[in-house]
């Protein structure tokens, strides 16, 4: 953080310090989040109790976190059905760079089309990136227990908020004018193979005067969960071919070894030890490769390790003046161990030969390797990443009368982002000045099946290394706004809001200088440094709350928004109305046109990753480097959104509500599809019986034949046309003596979903997909909650069914996906005063109850982990106290 920022911030907190000081301090009282005099609703820029957003926003309680057993704000987000695909589970295989990180994924129109918001204002976007090059703000660094409700609106909302509505917002609220201090605790663990949770609330605040402090920290800890603590991922989903230890052979002259006469030469033919190392030996059109099970080497879960700390102070005046100062800092580690410290097959340095000279080569000629060099049995690796953000918003404001209101505010925010990979080091790997394996480095089965030809400790030790990359994102983002009432229309009040706001993001990343320049690591290529695109965009917007009649509310706004190099401007607007149709039912519509402008990375950076690819010549899934080049040129996505629907609430406590919602998304931008590139290469014979792939983008093995990398860019695909319904059921029962019943049904259903994958291509049908083979990601059709809680006196029971479609996987011929229902059970019991002043309460529950495994899919892991939670059965006890 800059020293003006910081100056700024202590500056406002001294001046609300010191009227604080003039007065006397308020008596501790066991009442929580009184009521602000002036009220921000999510949706809306208009700040007064009079006027609420027509457009639909889900709201998700304190309460309903409490008897969820939620642990993460990413449990929270799990809860809403309309968000979909987002990456709350790590994937070993598709998640590079993103260890350690959640996001918001409303719609499943990806995971920067969500604006994240705290207490109505912006965050930083994560420094990292997904594998489609999407940058997102991480959930994961915003403390839990500092949540008071979590508001979603669930349609484009960019002429409120601007660039990155175009899926919805979702809106954090932290606690306000809180007096005391509470205690959170929670510890969760899986019923088998053991994965735990320990994570720790702390929630406090206290008022003096017309000021108040608040101040909030949670502590995350979570242990790792293994592929081999799993049986379903032991389904032959595991198997590698052409990327493991022990690997595969081609010679570049005939054997003199006669055990191995008529052995052919260029063509690949697995290590002859393959069997006795426990691999199966698999012929393809490729050549004959050692396929291995792999199931030890990944994590289902990582291990994590966060802290986050939040604080603030307001002032409210009787005068009129209100200022805050709040601060976020949160420090998130994850780690993920146990794969081999070798990447698997050859990368940046060619063909991996094997010497005749080398001390374990058994063929008497030179061999090219393909594999892995080590076995996990040798050496480990442990990825690791470090997430640091620094959050702080300023503002302040004047109430001149009822009818004027003016709002100044500041928010400055930075993610830094640590991410350490392994690697090979060729100078050490190999025979100086070659591609020569060193003659004492054994890279065959032998290594592991004959421990007087096992590979010295001190040697693996010198060829190995770590490959730390850092990466770093800012936002600032400067408004000066009005609202208020411009005039009375018949007795009721005509609502405005005016504003101006400037936004400069910034992303940048640095890379070791091992991978700087060429032949310095074995596998990973070559990569720039990224030197800090920025990119700026001002915003002129307005709005009115105009009240027709006593029934009948239209909310209009208009948004101008421009931005810095070459990108261009937008104008959005957006017209909602309700009607009274009844004193218990309304009727709302709304449409709109939302945007989101490219990211610095997708415009002006290089991104790398490893993946896997499946060779279209051979059938073959391998590991494969992806570089993605940045795009001058991108247009921002923009997209039209309607919404039309019926809301009913009865004061006996009957509720419902049903809203179609409609989605034409265009320019989305994201990476051109690497699967693509390799399905659509051409199979060229380059020996007898030996076909490789030769397309744009792909670089080929020029010994071996494999896929080394393929480069695409980032482009404005095509578009996203979805529809669909939310569905809202809920009623309380008075029980009488026995009590109270609540129950909610909730559920969105998706009922197109049709993609068009580049600019002008027609409309595929995309509805209940995995999407692998599209820049989209999975569309169940059908998702919802079923909650039923029952409360007595001290006693509450909560019982939450929830329920996934099942979906098709367009990777594996359209095979079936089953759904998925799960059952969660939490008993509550408030202890009364036991410790303290606070009630203290305990909870004790069960996350899927029925240990249901996550649906089979024929792919890595044996899941798909976009959409399941591969723990199974979760068991917790928890409590909470205060002062």
Known sequence: MTKSIWLSSIGLGAFMMSNAALAQT????????????????????????????????????????????????????????????????????????????????????????????????????????????????????????????????????????????????????THRNFEGLEIDAQFQTTTEASQEDIVVNLLGGFGAGDTHFTFAATYFDRSDLRFTDRDFTDQGTENEIATTKPGAFLLLAPPGNPAFAGTPVGVPFADPGCTSAGGNPVATPGGQFCQVSARDQFALVPNEERIS???????????????????????????????????????????????????????????????????????????????????????????????????????????????????????????????????????????????????????????TTEVPFSFESSVDVVELSSTGVLAELGSEPLGYAVGVQYRRNQASFDVPDLIESPGQLVFLFPQADFEGEAIEATAIYGE?????????????????????????????????????????LVARASYGTSFRAPTPLQTGGQTS??????????????????????????????????????????????????????????????????????????????????????????????????????????????????????VAVGYDFDLGGAGGLSADLAFTWITSFDVSETPGAPLVDRLGSRNVTSFTRPTPELRGNFRLSW????????????????????????????????????????????????DTELRIGAINVTNEDPPFVNDRGGYDPLVADPRGRLVYVAFSTGF
């Open 26 to 173: 308020q008596e501790n009282s066991a009442e929580t989040d009184a009521a602000d005099t002036t009220i921000v609703v999510t949706g809306t820029s208009i700040r007064d109790d009079r006027f609420q957003a027509v457009t639909p926003v889900d709201v998700f309680t304190e309460e309903q976190i409490e008897q969820a057993g939620f642990a993460t704000v990413t449990d929270l987000v799990r809860e809403i059905p309309s968000n979909i695909g987002s990456e709350a589970n790590r994937s070993a295989f598709t998640q590079n760079n993103t260890l350690g990180t959640a996001q918001v994924n409303l719609r499943g129109l990806g995971l920067g089309a969500t604006l994240v918001l705290l207490n109505g204002r912006r965050n930083v976007l994560s420094a990292t990136f997904a594998n489609d090059g999407s940058q997102f703000v991480d959930i994961n660094q915003l403390p839990l227990g500092l949540i008071q409700r979590t508001e979603v609106v669930k349609t484009g909302a960019s002429a409120i908020y601007g660039s990155d509505a175009v899926a919805g917002v979702v809106n954090f609220i």
């Open 791 to 838: 409360e007595l006196d001290d006693h509450r029971l909560t019982a939450i069914v929830r329920h996934t479609d099942s979906y098709r996987d367009d990777l594996n011929a359209d095979a079936r996906i089953d759904s998925q229902t799960t059952l969660d059970l939490q008993y509550a019991f408030n202890l009364g005063s036991l410790f303290s002043q606070r």
């Open 309 to 463: 700390v939040y604080g603030d102070i307001r002032h409210e005046s009787p005068s009129g003046f209100e200022g805050f100062v709040e601060l976020l800092y949160s420090d998130s580690e994850a780690s993920v161990s146990g794969r081999p410290a070798a990447l698997p097959g050859a990368g940046a340095s060619g063909a991996i030969i094997v010497s005749p000279a080398n001390a374990f080569n058994p063929f008497g000629a030179p061999a090219v390797f393909i594999g892995r060099p080590l076995d996990l049995s040798e050496a480990t690796a442990t990825d690791r990443s470090e997430s640091e953000t620094f959050r702080v918003a300023v503002g302040a404001g004047y109430e001149f009368d009822s009818r004027i209101r003016i709002d100044a505010s500041y928010v400055r925010a930075e993610n830094d982002f640590e991410l350490v990979a392994n690697d090979l080091l060729a100078s050490e790997f190999f025979i100086p000045g070659t591609n020569t394996v060193r003659n004492d480095f054994n890279v065959f089965a032998t290594a592991l099946t004959n421990p007087a030809q096992a590979n010295d400790a001190a040697i693996i030790d010198a060829v």
């Open 609 to 726: 990753q490893v993946g896997p690819i499946v060779n279209p010549c051979t059938g073959q899934r391998l590991a494969t480097s992806f570089l993605t080049r940045g795009n001058g040129d991108l247009e921002p996505e923009s997209a039209s959104t309607f919404s039309a629907g019926l809301a009913y609430r009865q004061p006996r406590g009957f509720r419902a509500s049903v809203d179609y919602w409609n989605y034409d998304y265009e320019d989305v931008i994201t990476r051109q599809s690497v699967e693509a590139v390799a399905a659509n290469a051409q199979c060229v014979e380059v020996a007898p019986g030996v076909f490789v792939p030769v397309a744009e983008g792909i670089t080929l093995n020029p010994v071996t034949g494999q896929i080394a990398e393929i480069a695409v860019d980032f482009v404005n695909a095509g578009g996203i046309e979805t529809d669909g319904l939310d």
């Open 544 to 584: 009115l709350a105009i009240p027709i009649g006593e029934r009948i509310d239209v909310q209009a706004a208009l948004r101008y928004e421009s931005y810095s190099d070459g990108i261009g401007d937008t104008l959005d607007p957006k017209v909602a109305v309700t009607a009274d149709v009844t004193d218990d």
